[in-house]
T-cell receptor
Framework: TQLLEQSPQFLSIQEGENLTVYCNSS?????LQWYRQEPGEGPVLLVT?????EVKKLKRLTFQFGDARKDSSLHITAAQPGDTGLYLC????????FGAGTTVTVRA | DAGVTQSPTHLIKTRGQHVTLRCSPI?????VSWYQQVLGQGPQFIFQ???????GRGNFPDRFSARQFPNYSSELNVNALLLGDSALYLC????????????FGPGTRLLVL
């Protein structure tokens, strides 16, 4: 049973556009994390969210954590080709439970 | 500071063989976890070790085993390899509990023929 569902599965946009990726969990975890992974490499930690309602910003990336701590979103403003990659959300209870990921392609 | 390192980067084995994958965590990190990622999916948890003791195990057969050494480095062993074991094997380390993220190595790409 998939604990975390991500949507959409694929996203292709033009440079300069905005995008949002969603992550919904059937369970409440101690924290939720977002990672970005490029082909053949390990995931890179972007952010950890802990508190319901929390909003974190990392340059053009905005992360929101739902009040019930079961859903989260990642919003990218003015996407650039360098934002291309697989975006993964993961619930953390000492072990990480990952969603299947959203493949984002930003066309120049 | 050096990040998580893994060796080898790539490996080709045949069915029935065994393989040992190695991981060195970030300096000061005492927790090491192993994940398997097959193409098109998110990583799946295999093991977690903390202070040289197994603290968690995922839904993997007994052919998979691991250990952590006094210097906190770790090995993942897989016996009697199957074609389905072909995957990217990732090691991650963390400093403390789940409110701090895990830091992944580049992975070992295993191909079983």
């Amino acid at each position: 049973t998939q604990l975390l569902e991500q949507s959409p599965q694929f996203l292709s946009i033009q440079e300069g556009e905005n995008l949002t990726v969603y992550c919904n969990s059937s369970s409440v975890f101690s924290s939720l994390q977002w990672y970005r992974q490029e082909p053949g490499e390990g995931p890179v930690l972007l952010v950890t969210v802990v508190t319901g309602g929390e909003v974190k910003k990392l340059k053009r990336l905005t992360f929101q954590f739902g009040d019930a701590r079961k859903d989260s979103s990642l919003h990218i403003t003015a996407a650039q080709p360098g934002d291309t990659g697989l975006y993964l959300c993961a619930g953390d209870d000492y072990k990480l439970s990952f969603g299947a990921g959203t493949t984002v392609t930003v066309r120049a | 500071d050096a990040g998580v390192t893994q060796s080898p980067t790539h490996l080709i084995k045949t069915r029935g063989q065994h393989v040992t994958l190695r991981c060195s965590p970030i300096s000061g990190h005492k927790s090491v976890s192993w994940y398997q990622q097959v193409l098109g999916q998110g990583p799946q948890f295999i093991f977690q070790y903390y202070e040289k003791e197994e603290r968690g195990r995922g839904n993997f057969p007994d052919r998979f085993s691991a250990r952590q050494f006094p210097n906190y480095s770790s090995e993942l062993n897989v016996n009697a390899l199957l074609l389905g074991d072909s995957a990217l094997y990732l090691c991650a380390s963390r400093l403390a509990g789940p409110q701090q993220g895990q830091y992944f190595g580049p992975g070992t790409r295993l191909l079983v023929l």
